[in-house]
Nanobody
Framework: QVQLVESGGGLVQAGGSLRLSCAAS????????MGWFRQAPGKQREFVAA????????EYSDSVKGRFTISRDNAKNTVYLQMNSLKPEDTAVYFC?????????????????WGQGTQVTVSS
């Protein structure tokens, strides 16, 4: 099992950038597929991005393709979400998620471990 802690959220103007980090506990971080989800007030939690354990495979929702980049540093037990060209519609609480395995998924039920979330607010 792993524990996940997100950080890096904040307030940014439209068009700006933020970099989220998710620090994971444990010695087997490289065994986990990592993902990012987000949830806006009154909205259902939605998939944002995911990355494989170490093969460089990434997956993005259509709404963030070309703007967000997910990456990981297994030596630091950390996964990142670089967010560029932010829009007000990106405002949400962003959650880091993890699952054991080798494949990336877009469905939140596939992920067993979740962080507490970090708030991202994009002003117009």
């Amino acid at each position: 099992q792993v524990q996940l802690v997100e950080s890096g959220g904040g307030l940014v103007q439209a068009g700006g950038s933020l970099r989220l980090s998710c620090a994971a506990s444990g010695r087997t971080f490289s065994s986990y597929v990592m993902g990012w989800f987000r949830q806006a007030p009154g909205k259902q939690r939605e998939f944002v991005a995911a990355c494989s354990r170490s093969d460089g495979i990434t997956e993005y929702s259509d709404s963030v393709k070309g703007r967000f980049t997910i990456s990981r540093d297994n030596a630091k037990n950390t996964v990142y979400l670089q967010m560029n060209s932010l829009k007000p519609e990106d405002t949400a609480v962003y959650f880091c998620a993890a699952r054991l395995g080798t494949q990336t998924y877009m469905t939140e039920s596939r992920y067993s471990y979740w962080g507490q979330g970090t708030q991202v607010t994009v002003s117009s």
